[in-house]
């Protein structure tokens, strides 16, 4: 069974300080996805890194694809109660479409 | 662009009756739409995937018979929850893709069902 695991599960931050999230597989993935989810909502598309290795930036978020293309992170620098939400990261697998276990981020003012 | 809407966005039901929910996108033509349902506070579980005039397929666990799932055009799915009781309720999201592994996902439905 492929799954993807992140962590950490829960994060509550003060506003301003960095933070790191985690994607982990033993499965190599074509591509991967990052979305947020804000509650009460469908989640939105953040970014598709699709190369081991790459580095995609979206203003105060950096996503990297680890090399294997096993697993991936998101960085946030500088966190804003406007981040709060539900990060899931997502991958094409064997044979359906998987999301992570999800991270909920909570940044205080 | 990749605007997925659905309708309705919550509805309270009462037990034993049906309801239909539409997912549409409006701004592309969806190659295939999936249906998921999520509990308070974890991930997304996808239900059933389904293309344009093709039967869906539903995942291990979910009735057919009680979540029917129509994807009569390239740009409207519908999934009809029947007989709904209370342990139905739920958040119900759709999401559609075309060609690429990306999703786009409606703003979803909160079903209450008393």
């Known amino acids: 069974t492929q799954l993807l695991e992140q962590s950490p599960q829960f994060l509550s931050i003060q506003e301003g300080e960095n933070l790191t999230v985690y994607c982990n597989s033993s499965?190599?993935?074509?591509?991967l996805q990052w979305y947020r989810q804000e509650p009460g909502e469908g989640p939105v598309l953040l970014v598709t890194?699709?190369?081991?290795?790459e580095v995609k930036k979206l203003k105060r978020l950096t996503f990297q694809f680890g090399d294997a293309r096993k697993d991936s992170s998101l960085h946030i620098t500088a966190a804003q109660p406007g981040d709060t939400g539900l990060y899931l990261c997502?991958?094409?697998?064997?044979?359906?479409?998987?999301f992570g276990t999800g991270t909920r981020l909570k940044v205080l003012a | 662009g990749a605007v997925v809407s659905q309708h309705p966005s919550w509805v309270i039901c009462k037990s034993g009756t049906s309801v239909k929910i539409e997912c549409r996108s409006l701004?592309?033509?969806?190659?295939?739409m999936f249906w998921y349902r999520q509990f308070p506070k974890q991930s997304l579980m996808l239900m059933a995937t389904?293309?344009?005039?093709?039967?869906?397929?539903?995942e291990q666990g979910v009735e057919k018979d009680k979540f029917l799932i129509n994807h009569a055009s390239l740009t409207l799915s519908t999934l009809t929850v029947t007989s709904a009781h209370p342990e139905d309720s739920s958040f119900y999201i759709c999401?559609?893709?075309?060609?690429?592994?990306?999703?786009?996902f409606g703003p979803g439905t909160r079903l209450t069902v008393t």
């Open positions: 389904s293309n344009e005039g093709s039967k869906a397929t539903y």
């Open positions: 997502a991958a094409s697998g064997t044979y359906k479409y998987i």
């Open positions: 999401s559609a893709s075309t060609t690429g592994p990306e999703q786009y």
């Open positions: 701004d592309f033509q969806a190659t295939t």
């Open positions: 890194v699709v190369t081991g290795g």
């Open positions: 499965s190599v993935f074509s591509s």
